[in-house]
Structure formats: structure tokens, C-alpha cells
């Protein structure tokens, strides 16, 4: 039975209308689509973290770094450990994010297009598109899931459905009127909301259930492995290498992520938002991989089951008192939100920018046309998402299930990105070698995971092996794909 | 038993509420002058359209 009550709701309530409001007021000041798209590159370093941190936690984060918990122990939390270290050295170093930002573009495509040639800009994009869309699929049903087990809900049959419909329309509303505008001010009021919930909530389940017992529930259910990934049986130096190589992806070529960049005020600026906002990554794993060992401590393991995601959700139901469980409600909606709104900017920016590049080349759209087909691709997005959400049969581990489905296009962008900025002999026919290859690898072994007659075999290859295949055969396919095309048939090159 | 595990993990979490705690409290002062200032450097270059606007010929 759920503590939720009407003073959480209210507590809900208020944030929901104070959101709301501040999103949908700063519609006024969008009148170009280079504003709705990236905030007239008017973002300076505070408001960068607020909103890389904010578009980076979802309810989907939670869900499957508290399942990382309940499956692995602290162990589960090493890919936020891998995160922190590739933001802090790609901050540092500016690495493929200074020249990024140095040229200008609305999107990684748009870039390619000045080394690779519009075909590969048009094929990239669509390789994003394709990435992303089955990634962020998942996130609508997660959240739904989530706020029905924490708040008790039961409304029939059509429970999930209409709790994702609220999310999504919640979200679409000022995405639609206020663009990246409406995103960053929301960001900012829900990473405050968000992390006030998340500090509070761990530590009253670190007073409530100990530190010593969530470290003796470790070592009592997995030994050495709870606590070392390199000791653990489902983890090992391969799943450290494979979450290496997405990771190090996702701080390059992630498009929310690449968006922050790009609406930064400058160069300096957008390093310093990766640098300072490096550590909150680990915190990302950490604090809701306790919620999960916690949930582990103190649920009977008949309870849970096979399905380890719906454990934490449960466990929040029973423990938060009156008030915190509106607290916490209110900071997992404000961390949907602000995922949910950057995700359908992010690639409905692609959408507009590039895959509908050739027809806005033939109609040179205006500047209020070109709000408008933004504006509709994001309505179009949210509702792709719902029905996804609702149609795809999400089994085993979130974690593992992401990792797969962003390499479709993060093997291939990351090979693109860094040949772009650093290997002058890179050219399109090594482009659309990587983005076959990074392709195709990982979507066949999500075609095999789901066919009974193969899913012995995908399990011996693991999603580790398959996601390290995918980016080695991305790399060797640009290396050879460049070397082969003759020099003189080169595609004209704009230095970066 | 994992002292040296156990040690990591115990600080780490330390490190995750202190830090977490104190990046918010910044962010959420610092923050409103960055969302003044962005809005505020919008609204002039809107103006400075209409402007240019009035005075073609």
C-alpha cells in the first residue's frame, strides 16, 4: 500500500503548475528557428549544468542504475565512475567538442556534411534518428510504470496508457510553443526540484535501513563482485571495455548532450559545462544504485520476482512517509520531464535540420514556416514515443537494452566526429563504410536476442562482445573505406 | 570480507551527497542570473530587428 496522500499531491501539484508556467512564458522571446533550436547560443556555464544534468537523468536513468543496484551491488555503479572520467577528460581537453561548437552547426550531421558531403550528412542523420528513436522508446513506458507502482495507483486496465498520455503532453506543451527556450529555464527549475528529492530520499533510506546492512546485503548476495566489476560474473573487463567505448560516445555524439554544446555561449564555455558537471555522473549511478540495494535489503526476493526494475518503485512505495513521497514524486517528474522535452528537441532538430535538408534547400521555408514544421516533427515525436512506449516488449535489463540500441548510432557517429575533426585523408566512401558497419552489427543482435531459434547464440556472443564488434568495425570500415576511394574523386572539403 | 571495496564505495557515497548537495544550492543561485541574462540578450536582439526593420527604406 502506497503512503501517496493529498499533500503530496499538492506538493505535485505546485511543481507541475510552476513548471508549466515558467516554460510556456518564455515562448515570446522564440522568433527564429536558430532560437528554438539552440537557445540563440545564449547559454552560460550554470544554467549548462542545471540542464546537461537535468536531460541526463530521466526516471529511465533511475529505473536501471536502482535495477544496476539490486542485480550488481555497488559494482552496477562503475559506468558512472566511466562517465565522470569521460566528461572531466573531454572538457579538459576539447576534444572534438571544440571544433564542434568552433563551426557552427545546429547538428553533428550538418558537420559532417562539410568533410563528407550532403549524402552522408542525410544517412547520418537518419542513423541518429533511427538510434534514438528506439533508445528514448522505452522512456515514456518507464516513467508510466514508475509514478503508477511509487503512487499506488490503480485506475483499471488503461492505467499505464493514461499516465503516459499526462507525461507526454505535460512535456509536449511548452517543448512545442518555447523550444529550447522553454527546455533550459524548465531544466533549471527541475534539476533543483530533482535533486532536493534525490539527496533527501537517500538519506533517509541510509538512516532508515543502515550503511552497514546495505553493505553486508552486498557482500552477503554477491561476494567480491558487489563491490569490485572486474570480480563480478556479469560484468567482467568486457563489460568495462564495451561501457568505456558508449560512454566515451555518448559525451561526443549523444545529440541532447551535442545540443548543449552547440547552445553554449562559446567554446570555453561549453568545455567548462562538461568539466563541472563530470561528477554529478557518478552521483547519477551512486544514489539510485543505493536505492536499489536498499530495496534488495528489505524486500522478500518472492516479491520481486524476475522483474528487478519494478523493485525499487516498489520498495519507495512503502517506506517514503507523507510529504517525502510528494518530494520524491515531484522530483521524478521534474527528471521525465526535462529528459523527455530535450530528447524530442534534440532529435526533432535532426528531423528538420537535416533529413529535411533536401526539401528545405527546394522551399527556402521561412523563418515563422520553419517554427512550424518544428514544431509539428516534436508533436509527431511525442506521439511516436507513446505508441512505441506501449508496443515494444521490453524483457531483462534497461541498461543492457540502451547500451545496444545507442550503438546503432554511436559506433558510427564517434568515427565519423573524430575522423572529421582529426584524419584529413577521411572521405565519404570510409563515412558510409562506418555507418554500415556500426549499424548493422548491433541490429543483428537484437534481431537474434528476439528470434527463439538464435537466442542461445546471442547469449553466448553477450551485448558486450556484439557492442565492442560494432565500433572496431565501425573504425576499420572508415580506415579502409578512405583508403580505397582514389584521391582525385575526392568530395570537395571544407577545413574545420 | 571487501574492506578495500567497501572503504571505496563508503566514499564515494560521501562524496556524491556533499558534492551533489552544494552544486545544487550553486546552480540554483547562479542559475537565475544566467536565465536573466540569456532572456535579456534575446529580447535586445529582437528589438534590434524591429529596428532594423523600420529603417529600410
Redesign the interface.
Known amino acids: 500500500m502506497s503512503n501517496f496522500s493529498w499533500v503530496d499531491g499538492s506538493i505535485v501539484g505546485v511543481y507541475l503548475l510552476a513548471t508549466m508556467t515558467a516554460g510556456i512564458m518564455?515562448r515570446k522571446?522564440v522568433?527564429r528557428v536558430e532560437?528554438f533550436l539552440v537557445?540563440?547560443r545564449?547559454?552560460?556555464?550554470?544554467?549548462?549544468?542545471?540542464s546537461l544534468a537535468a536531460t541526463e537523468f530521466g526516471i529511465v536513468t533511475c529505473m536501471y542504475t536502482a535495477q544496476n543496484g539490486y542485480d550488481k551491488g555497488?559494482a552496477g555503479?562503475a559506468p558512472g565512475?566511466l562517465f565522470a572520467l569521460a566528461y572531466l577528460i573531454v572538457g579538459k581537453t576539447g576534444f572534438c567538442i571544440e571544433p564542434m561548437r568552433r563551426s557552427g552547426v545546429i547538428t553533428l550531421p550538418e558537420m559532417f556534411e562539410k568533410r563528407f558531403g550532403s549524402g552522408i550528412r542525410w544517412l547520418s542523420g537518419l542513423v541518429i534518428i533511427i538510434s534514438g528513436l528506439m533508445n528514448m522508446g522505452i522512456y515514456l513506458r518507464m516513467g508510466g510504470e514508475f509514478l503508477i507502482s511509487v503512487t499506488g495507483i490503480s485506475g483499471g486496465g488503461h492505467t499505464l496508457e493514461i499516465m503516459m498520455t499526462v507525461l507526454l503532453i505535460a512535456v509536449a506543451v511548452y517543448t512545442i510553443l518555447g523550444g529550447m527556450?522553454s527546455v533550459?529555464?524548465t531544466d533549471?527549475l527541475q534539476?533543483?526540484v530533482m535533486?532536493?528529492g534525490?539527496?533527501l530520499v537517500?538519506?533517509l533510506i541510509i538512516y532508515r535501513v543502515g550503511?552497514s546492512t546495505l553493505?553486508g546485503t552486498v557482500?552477503s548476495h554477491y561476494?567480491?563482485g558487489?563491490?569490485?566489476p572486474l570480480q563480478n560474473a556479469d560484468m567482467g573487463w568486457s563489460y568495462i571495455i564495451f561501457n568505456s567505448l558508449v560512454v566515451t560516445a555518448c559525451v561526443l555524439t549523444h545529440q541532447p548532450v551535442v545540443q548543449r554544446v552547440l547552445a553554449a555561449k562559446d567554446s570555453e564555455t561549453g568545455r567548462k559545462i562538461f568539466t563541472q558537471t563530470s561528477?554529478?555522473f557518478?552521483?547519477r549511478f551512486?544514489?539510485p544504485g543505493?536505492w536499489g540495494i536498499a530495496a534488495l535489503a528489505s524486500l522478500p526476493a518472492g516479491l520481486v520476482g524476475e522483474n528487478t526494475r519494478a523493485a525499487m518503485p516498489l520498495y519507495l512505495s512503502t517506506v517514503l512517509p507523507v510529504g517525502l513521497m510528494g518530494i520524491l514524486v515531484a522530483a521524478m517528474l521534474a527528471a521525465d520531464m526535462s529528459t523527455d522535452s530535450s530528447y524530442l528537441l534534440a532529435y526533432g532538430s535532426v528531423i528538420y535540420n537535416d533529413l529535411l535538408a533536401p526539401l528545405r534547400r527546394r522551399l527556402h521555408p521561412t523563418e515563422k514556416r520553419g517554427l512550424l514544421w518544428n514544431r509539428f516533427i516534436v508533436a509527431a515525436l511525442g506521439v511516436f514515443f507513446l505508441f512505441y512506449g506501449l508496443w515494444y516488449p521490453l524483457q531483462g535489463s534497461v541498461w543492457a537494452y540502451l547500451t545496444i540500441t545507442a550503438t546503432i548510432g554511436f559506433a558510427s557517429m564517434t568515427t565519423l566526429l573524430v575522423s572529421c575533426c582529426y584524419w584529413k585523408r577521411a572521405n565519404n566512401w570510409g563515412a558510409a563504410g562506418a555507418i554500415i558497419a556500426g549499424a548493422v552489427v548491433p541490429l543483428s543482435y537484437l534481431v537474434l536476442e528476439q528470434l527463439p531459434a538464435t537466442r542461445g547464440f546471442a547469449l553466448w556472443i553477450g551485448p558486450n562482445w556484439s557492442g565492442i564488434a560494432a565500433f572496431a568495425g565501425s573504425g576499420v570500415a572508415m580506415v579502409v573505406g578512405s583508403l580505397l576511394k582514389p584521391a582525385t574523386a575526392s568530395v570537395k572539403e571544407i577545413p574545420i | 570480507m571487501n574492506s578495500a571495496g567497501q572503504l571505496f564505495w563508503c566514499l564515494i557515497t560521501l562524496a556524491c551527497l556533499v558534492w551533489y548537495s552544494t552544486m545544487t544550492f550553486l546552480v540554483a543561485y547562479r542559475g537565475v542570473v544566467d536565465i536573466r541574462g540569456m532572456l535579456g540578450r534575446l529580447r535586445q536582439g529582437q528589438l534590434d530587428d524591429e529596428a532594423a526593420r523600420a529603417n529600410q527604406p
Open positions: 518564455v522571446y522568433g532560437t537557445a540563440g545564449e547559454m552560460n556555464l550554470y544554467l549548462g549544468i542545471a555497488f555503479a565512475i527556450l533550459l529555464v533549471f534539476f533543483v535533486s532536493a534525490l539527496i537517500t538519506i550503511w553493505l557482500e561476494g567480491a558487489g563491490f569490485d561528477f554529478f557518478v552521483c551512486v544514489i543505493i
